[in-house]
């Protein structure tokens, strides 16, 4: 049975940081590709990153590059987001989820379509 949990989530002022684990399970990491999309009330889900776990290579939505990091441990089976310098816009509840490395390598990052699971997500806050 596959599955993603999300965790890491919490209350934090402007200007720090978190990270965000996506811990896979029922299948392997080896060939996928991993995104993190965000949902804040009252507004669409966008995308914020995608990984592929085969090579590491990466992708970020503009308004997070720089600020956010993605990154994967297949030994461990996880996928982690590094969230530094963070805004109130970036209040919302983050998901990870998980598709065919198809995505990765056809340019559909944040197509959510594409993406076969979805984690249950963990709400970030940021504000003083």
């Known amino acids: 049975q596959v599955q993603l949990v999300e965790s890491g989530g919490g209350l934090v002022q402007p200007g720090g940081s978190l990270r965000l684990s996506c811990a896979a399970s029922?299948?392997?990491?080896?060939?996928?590709?991993i995104g993190w999309f965000r949902q804040a009330p009252g507004k669409e889900r966008e995308g914020v990153s995608c990984?592929?776990?085969?090579?590491?290579?990466?992708y970020y939505a503009d308004s997070v590059k720089g600020r956010f990091t993605i990154s994967r441990d297949n030994a461990k089976n996880t996928v982690y987001l590094q969230m530094n310098s963070l805004k109130p816009e970036d209040t919302a509840v983050y998901y990870c989820?998980?598709?065919?490395?198809?995505?990765?390598?056809?340019?559909?990052?944040?197509?959510?379509?594409?993406?076969?699971?979805w984690g249950q997500g963990t709400q970030v806050t940021v504000s003083s």
């Open positions: 029922g299948f392997t990491l080896d060939y996928y590709a």
């Open positions: 990984i592929s776990s085969s090579d590491g290579s990466t």
């Open positions: 989820a998980t598709g065919p490395i198809l995505i990765y390598y056809s340019g559909s990052y944040f197509q959510s379509r594409m993406y076969d699971y």
